[in-house]
Nanobody, 131 residues
Framework: EVQLVESGGGLVQAGGSLRLSCAAS??????????IGWFRQAPGKEREGVSS????????EYADSVKGRFTISRDNARNTVYLQMNSLKPDDTAVYYC??????????????????????WGQGTQVTVSP
């Protein structure tokens, strides 16, 4: 059974940094192809894609709102994907979710930032950025 568990959220002042982790189980980063994406949902807003990484070719995508500030990476030994978030703004306040898909043949975009491309979801971690 595939499971994704996020951690690393918290309260930080504007301009600060946080690193989120998405620990995956039920498949192996060393053996299986996958796409892992990060999404966020602020109160009263729809969930939006933030970043994604495709293991088969290493391609990465970022939403325009986070380019230059956020960095996605992976650690195969830990079966974990990270989202390093720098220069945080109050607008980054949201619940952050990681999502995964293993059937890459069904993915229409190599590094999707849309919810319907993903099959597995974590429970989310809260990120709050104070002014």
């Amino acid at each position: 059974e595939v499971q994704l568990v996020e951690s690393g959220g918290g309260l930080v002042q504007a301009g600060g940094s946080l690193r989120l982790s998405c620990a995956a189980s039920g498949f192996s980063f060393d053996v299986d192809d996958y796409v892992i994406g990060w999404f966020r949902q602020a109160p009263g807003k729809e969930r939006e894609g933030v970043s994604s990484i495709n293991s088969s070719d290493g391609t990465i995508e970022y939403a325009d709102s986070v380019k230059g500030r956020f960095t996605i990476s992976r650690d195969n030994a830990r079966n974990t994907v990270y989202l390093q978030m720098n220069s945080l703004k109050p607008d980054d306040t949201a619940v952050y979710y990681c999502a995964g898909v293993l059937d890459l043949a069904a993915v229409t975009s190599g590094v999707p930032l849309v919810e319907y491309e993903y099959d597995y979801w974590g429970q989310g971690t809260q990120v709050t950025v104070s002014p």
